[in-house]
């Protein structure tokens, strides 16, 4: 590294206004648009499945993570992260309006999903056969794919 760019690193960690948690917020959400344009370019205009997981955080409060699974151009089977969506609760239909909501906020269509899968463990199973349906009803093209993870 040389002078120049260490004195600004040196300046940049030293300025309270970069360091503050507003400011760093504000950075945090410029790389997740980024990623997320980029795993969008990426995909293209190609079909996905979506990867559901619900877990409770230390607040206790409920959050679904969303991820997206794809063949990419070299034909190579992708796994991306989405993101987090918060939940009021486990219904079926509020964790599919959740992954909805994720999707139009991506300009990602449920035309394009081929495939669905949620986490084995004990905080899904009970929703999946509802949610699974629900999707299926409106996406009859997402097939369910049990995780044995």
């Not at 945090?28 to 409770?56: M, W, Y």
């Not at 081929?114 to 929703?127: L, P, S, V």
Request: glycine share 6%; net charge positive.
């Amino acid at each position: 590294m040389d002078g120049t760019n260490k004195a600004v690193l040196q300046n940049v960690l030293n300025d309270p206004a970069m360091t503050c948690p507003k400011m760093i917020k504000g950075l945090v959400n410029v790389c997740a648009r980024e990623t997320t344009r980029l795993i969008k370019q990426d995909l293209g205009e190609e079909n996905f499945a979506i990867l559901a997981c619900l877990f409770t955080d230390a607040s206790h409060n409920e959050q679904l993570v969303v991820c997206l699974r794809y063949v990419d151009k070299k034909g190579r089977v992708v796994e991306r992260f989405l993101g987090v969506v918060r939940v009021e609760n486990r219904k079926p239909s509020t964790i599919k309006a959740a992954i909805e909501s994720l999707l139009r906020d991506h300009s990602l269509s449920w035309s394009r999903v081929r495939g669905q899968g949620y986490d084995g463990a004990g905080n899904m199973r009970a929703h999946v056969k509802g949610l699974k349906k629900i999707i299926m009803d409106e996406s009859s093209s997402a097939h369910y794919v049990h995780c044995f993870a």
